[in-house]
Structure formats: C-alpha cells, structure tokens
C-alpha cells in the first residue's frame, strides 16, 4: 500500500529573525536644537549613547537642508534664502501686470497661500514654495532658488546623499512633502517591517511650527518630544526586528530663539529717500536684512545707515566666507545685515506680526545649535550640521543591498 504523502504547508515566517544585515535611519527633528534638548534630557534617555552640540548655518531650512544632505556648504551648493534678486530670470515676473490691484487682497493669509499654490503648479515647482509676506508688487524682483525638490531631484550644484542612492540603485525611504509627521512614521515603519530598504532619512515638522507659536520651552514642547520618543521606540524597534544591526541618528537642522521684541527696519531704510528698484532692492527675511545697491549713492547710505544701527550689524565679507555663505557674485546680496539676538525685523516680507518663537539668527548664539543623538559613537570631526551627510554617506557604504527606491 503506497503511503499517501500530505504536503506540508511552509514554516511560518519570524518577524524577530533579520532578514537584512544592518540599515542607517536618519530621524531629522526641525528646530530640535542642543538648548531644547537639555531641557529634555528624558528623550531617548536609555538609548542614547552619545549625544552632540553641532554649529549650525546662517541663515534658515532652505540653507541647512541642502547642506545636511548634500555635504556641501551654501556658498558651495548656492542655496542660501528662498529668493534672490534676479529680475531677467524670475519664472512669474507676468506678476508685475498686477502690480495696480489692491494689496489689501493679497495681503490676506489664505489668498497667498493659494497664490502660491497657483504659482507653483503653472510653473511646475516640485520644491517648496511659498510666496510668504513679499509685497506683491516686489515678487517679481526675485527668482527663487528651490524650484524643485531637493528631496528627489536635487540642489542647484553638487548631489544629495539621495541623487548618490539612485545612481547606485539603492533601496531607501525619504518623506514626501505635505504629509503628515504620523503618515510619515507609519509609511517608514511599513518599509522596515517589509525589510525593503536600508537607509532611511525622515524630516519631522511639528516641533518647529509649534515653538514659532509658543516659544523654545512653552506649552506642548515636551508633551511633544514625548510623543516623538515614543514613535521613535517603535519606529527603531520594527528595523531591530528585520535587521542585524540598527543604527540611527536623531538631529536637527538649527534651534530655536525666544524674541524679546522686534524691530521695523523697513522703515528705517525707507526714510533714507532712495527709490526701490533703481537705486537698491532689499529682501527682508525675519532676521536679516540683503541689499542690492544699484547706484553709488544707495550703497553710500544704506552702509552709514546699518554700520551703525543699534539692533543689528552688517556682517563683513571675512566672516561670511567664515560661515560658508559667501557669495562673489552676490547672488544673495552685496550687504547682509544680521539683526541682534531675539529681535526680529517686525514688518518683514516673512509676516506682518512678531511670532514668540524664531530661527535665523547667528549661528554661535546659545540657541541657535543644532543638536545630534545616536546610538553610535560620533567621530570628532563632528561640529557642523553639513558633516552629518559624512555619517550617512558611511551607513549606506556598508549596506549593497540593490533595488528600487522607496519615496514614498
């Protein structure tokens, strides 16, 4: 009699044995700056094996961004500001046919927001845009440097970390823009569970959007930094259990300030008498201001005038090569005043209103440091936030594992 041979179904699969060797997760908190977490020494505590105080750079996130994930300073990948005098090659300079409507319209919050929405997709901007508080008739002065996505297409010059995975075929997750902090914990952690990818690199937004609201240690900042512990468990936990060996990175790009006043420097200039547009341009970012000087006489006046203001300074060309964003071109401007500490410029072509919480001042000042956490030890050379791309160039070199991008 032949034995009848039943087939046995295949062993069930064990989430707790790896299925990769090791995977790099790069976890970018915005504005989680050294002084926010010494405040908030719980996070993370018992995993932590080495933490850093990291200098950041002059200037805001379209600055620090590319230079995190490129290596690369800003006078090197030329992303400093968002925008930049450059009449000739501004994209919507057809704004300028509108110059004669009423700016009590375009100065409503919603109606900018949608504008540049409009804006971006008549041009086909895959980057972030946002047309802020720029009076409507100026935008056309101003070309914009971060038309596409630094995040899946690259900077101006040099490569991402990102562009380098995709010329090799590397399996990765990055965030998509305009989800949430929540979608993009779950979309990472359904990656890891699936073993798919390894490295990861996800950028967090609450933390900076709610200390512009309350200040670098108001209401909500440590309930929020618990909430990003917990998520940060059980994200770290899903790769332990499908990799080998885990390491990961928690930092940030600057910190955060509390303003203690504010300060109307657009009025200043504008009692100079000069004419905007033939003798200067300026752009007022929230804490500086770049100037254009298109005839003797502007740049003679506007020197004498900021090279002795008590609320700022200008900042000399040494120290801006110093900084790494200096421009010989002066793409950016041909004088940078820096406002003091906590007071912002209140008009700016950023808002109308003083906010409790800002970025965007010296980068030596005690709040502005960026911050780094890791379960690995930190090399010494360490010390600026464009020296992290080193570390993720150093995870991906020891994971080969070949296959389709993950950007979800």
Known sequence: MQTKRIAMPPPPSHPSTPSKKNIGLFFFIDAFG????????????????????????LGYSSACDPSIISG????????????????????????????????????????????????KRLHGFTGYFMIYSVPFRLLPYFDYSEK???????????????????????????????????????????KLDDGAIDFAYI????????????????????????????????????AERQYEQVSWYVFT???????????????????????????????????????????????????GLLANHPQGRLVPDDELKRLGVYFEDRMYGDLIFLMNSGIPIVPSFMGSKRIPGLHGFHPQDADSYASMLSN???PDSLKRINQIYSLMEAETQDTATSGNKCNT
Request: glycine content about 6%; hydrophobic content about 40%; proline content about 3%.
């Open 34 to 57: 050294w002084e926010v977490y010494q405040r908030n020494r719980f996070f993370l505590a018992d995993r932590v094996k080495e933490a850093r105080k990291l200098e950041t750079i």
């Open 72 to 119: 690369l300073l800003p006078s090197e990948h030329r992303m400093w500001s968002a925008f930049y005098y450059s009449p000739q090659t501004c994209p919507y300079r057809w704004l300028r046919f509108l110059r004669f409507l009423p700016d009590a319209l375009f100065n409503r919050g919603r109606v900018r927001y949608w504008m540049s929405q409009w804006i």
């Open 148 to 190: 596409r996505s630094i995040w899946h297409e690259g900077l101006l010059l040099g490569k991402t970390i990102f562009n380098r995975l995709d010329e090799q075929n590397r399996p990765y997750y990055v965030h998509s823009s305009g989800t949430s902090d929540l979608q993009r914990f779950t979309e990472l952690r359904a």
């Open 203 to 238: 950028s967090l937004g609450r933390l900076d959007a709610l200390m512009h609201r309350v200040g670098n240690n108001g209401p909500g900042v440590s309930d929020l930094l618990r909430w990003y512990d917990e998520q940060i468990r059980a994200t770290i936990a899903s």
């Open 253 to 303: 790009d600057h910190g955060m300030h509390n303003t203690i006043g504010s300060h109307d420097l657009i009025a200043d200039v504008e009692r100079l008498g000069l004419d905007y547009g033939r003798d200067y341009v300026a752009f007022y970012d929230a804490t500086m201001g770049r100037f254009w000087t298109l005839t003797d006489r502007a740049r003679t006046a506007l020197t």
């Open 376 to 378: 690995r030890h930190l």
